[in-house]
């Protein structure tokens, strides 16, 4: 009887061909969408943890309950030492220090008299050291919009809106006035090298990024650090293991009741970032859901259409002695059979439209005037384990209701009634 | 000894809600056919022949009296027993042949062994058995839709021969042929009932059948007016020779 069915199934195209091609196409796009999104969420958060957060970062404990504020009076001493130990105790992660700072940039005229001043918020990075790690962070190689890097002291990047508006560019002296570490006045001249887009816009308005060595001497800050990132090597961002690692960091230094001592929080932890993940997950799968609910209603569709096209030929299988429950499951053998290959077939075109997007990813920069140093330039798709079942579970689930619901008028209409209508 | 009758009916009544009023297709029917008969119901359209030819192939059930065909009463079958019993004792020929179209001709008649679950061999033997039967064994590869009126009957009588039922029920089997195939469909049939023994009852109301029926029962709104032995030998105009 299966081979009937086989027969019948690949003789009318009705009847395989375009359910095939639906569950196919439903399939490959829940697979594409569910990867896509997996990977726009991933780009969403390794941007936010290249700028700003690291997948783990270690801060002083008073730093890290005023984090928002980057107290850099709480700053951790002895960051050398405590890189050096991060690195050889967590092998598998890139370490690299940070200090944020806020000031003004003033820009004086030929007499040295102010000529324009700005707010700005400032980013001290590991720039010039041919080991960090940081301009691959941060993207600078491509977001330089006019000018270069700094390659020598005293060299900073502005972003390019905020240079702009102050009627500046590379080679021109911009003077930052801040506060140490101790609260003194700053007042430190230094060069532009180049202007960024940082593709926010609240950094474009008015943004810099300097060396670490440079700002160290300028704040008053030498070996220290406002916060030591850690990024995963070999992958992105993962959940689980941040926090496992920090929790084990913590742990280990639990005796140490110090202000200043060491604290390492996940991506997780930092600036509400837990409940917006979740948050954004939550939205993520009432997308999904609500993308399932109308594959499984077109393939539904598409089983009660055939089945009243093929009402007749029921009633004839009914005349010639099948049994309802065998006409009934033969149907569904039929919608599983035709579920199996297209929700099969869809996924491993989902996966492979999946795989080049993840490898390969779609490059806005080539789009775009920039690129810029958080919002990444090229968007990527994500694989994971549930994408080889997301696309393949619903359109075999959604097939199977399909044939079952549709296949009920069998038993609802009388068998005469289906005879007849063979003729019609 | 008197041979039991294939099928009895017994007060067989069939309504059928229209609005607020119930139409009576069938009413208060009592009829006997015994194994071999060649027998026909004609009448007009609407006097009930396919309604009583669907209860007695247990497609449909009475709404009041008894039906019983091959000593099972069809109105008290399940789904299941009423498949069982047309599956093994009755043969359907529809108007429109009713072939199913993706099929081949062999697939077609073979359909019906593969519901009764006998072995490859054993289906071969029998589905070119039928097919020689109707003169289309050299068909068997073809399908539907490349056959004529007349081949396409014959290949729906073999369909409902195949499995050697008791009873085939004919519904209009020639309302769209013409008179030749007609006649060579009849003679098939003739021939069938007389070497096999095969009880046929027809629904009809063509001229060129009731020539060949040996009982005609006329049905008129409903109810048996006449039931006549009559000598089921035709003329010869339109007949032509084997199919």
């Known amino acids: 009887m299966i081979r009937f069915l086989l027969k019948g199934l690949l003789r009318d195209r009705s009847r395989s061909l375009l359910p095939f091609i639906t569950v196919m196409l439903g399939s490959a796009l829940t697979v594409i969408g569910f990867s896509w999104t997996n990977g726009a969420m991933s780009s969403m958060i390794e941007s936010g943890a290249r700028f700003s957060t690291g997948h783990v970062k270690v801060m002083s404990r008073a730093y890290a309950k005023e984090a928002d504020q980057a107290p850099n009076d709480l700053a951790l ?66 977001a330089v919009v006019r000018g270069r890097l700094p390659e020598r002291p005293g060299e900073i990047l502005l972003s390019d809106g905020f240079a702009a508006r102050l009627g500046i560019g590379p080679g021109a002296t911009a003077t930052l006035i801040s506060a140490t570490m101790y609260g003194s006045l700053v007042v430190q001249n230094f060069v532009v090298a180049g202007t960024v887009r940082f593709g926010i816009a609240v950094m474009d308005r008015g943004a810099m990024i300097a060396d670490i060595d440079d700002m160290r001497g ?37 005796g140490d009741g110090g202000e200043f001592a060491p604290r390492m929080v996940s991506l997780h932890e930092q600036s509400g970032l837990a409940q917006t993940l979740d948050f954004a997950a939550q939205v993520y799968s009432l997308m999904l859901v609500f993308f399932i609910l109308v594959m499984s209603i077109v393939l539904w569709n598409a089983g009660l259409m055939s089945s009243l096209r093929r009402y007749g030929e029921f009633g004839i299988r009914l005349a010639l002695g099948e049994d309802h429950g065998r006409l009934y499951r033969s149907l569904i053998a039929e919608g599983t059979i035709v579920g199996f290959l297209g929700s099969a077939a869809g996924t491993a075109l989902g996966l492979a439209v999946s795989y080049y997007l993840q490898n390969t990813g779609f490059d806005l920069g080539s789009m775009l005037k920039n690129a810029s140093v958080i919002v990444t330039d090229v968007l990527r798709a994500r694989v994971t384990p549930a994408s080889y079942v997301i696309g393949f579970v619903p359109g075999l689930a959604a097939t199977f209701l399909g044939k079952a619901v549709s296949g009920i008028g069998i038993y609802r209409r009388e068998t005469s009634r289906l005879a007849k209508e063979f003729e019609g | 000894m008197t041979e039991t009758p294939l099928i009895v009916t017994k007060d067989l009544t069939k309504t059928y809600p229209m609005g607020l009023h119930t139409i009576a297709a069938l009413d208060s029917v009592s009829l006997s056919f015994d194994k071999g008969e060649f027998a026909g119901l004609v009448g007009p359209s609407g006097s009930g022949k396919t309604t009583l030819l669907n209860i007695i192939g247990s497609l449909d059930t009475p709404t009041a009296g008894s039906a019983v065909v091959m000593g099972q009463r069809i109105e008290a079958l399940t789904h299941k027993e009423a498949a069982r019993l047309r599956n093994r004792h009755v043969g359907f020929i529809f108007q429109t042949f009713n072939l199913l179209p993706v099929y081949t001709v062999y697939e077609n008649v073979e359909f019906a062994l593969l519901l009764l679950g006998l072995p490859p061999a054993e289906r071969r033997r029998k589905v070119l058995a039928a097919l020689e039967w109707v003169h289309l064994a050299d068909r068997a590869k073809s399908r539907p839709a490349q056959l004529s009126g007349g081949e396409s009957q014959r290949v729906a009588i073999a369909r409902a021969i195949v499995k050697e039922p008791d009873i085939i029920l004919a519904d209009e089997p020639t309302a769209n042929l013409d008179a030749q195939n007609s006649h060579n469909i009849l003679r098939t049939m003739a021939r069938l009932n007389g070497e096999l023994g095969t009880t046929f009852i027809f629904a009809t109301h063509d001229f060129k059948v009731m020539q060949y029926l040996r009982r005609t029962v006329t049905l008129i709104d409903g109810r048996v007016d006449t039931d006549q032995q009559t000598d089921g030998r035709p003329g010869t105009s339109g007949a032509g020779e084997q199919p």
């Open chain 1, 218 to 254: 300028a704040l008053d800050m030498a070996d220290s650090a406002g916060e030591i990132l850690g990024f995963f090597r070999d992958s992105p961002y993962r959940r689980d293991e941040a926090a496992s690692l920090a929790a084990g960091f913590n742990s280990a230094r639990h």
């Open chain 1, 77 to 142: 001493a002895g960051a050398g030492s405590l890189l050096a130990g991060l690195a050889r105790e967590y092998p598998n992660l890139d370490w690299t220090p940070r200090i944020a700072f806020g000031g003004l940039i003033d820009v004086p005229d030929a007499q040295g008299e102010t000529r324009v001043q700005g707010p700005v918020a400032g980013l001290a990075v590991n720039l010039r050291d041919p080991g960090s790690p940081e301009r691959g962070l941060l993207n600078l190689d491509k």
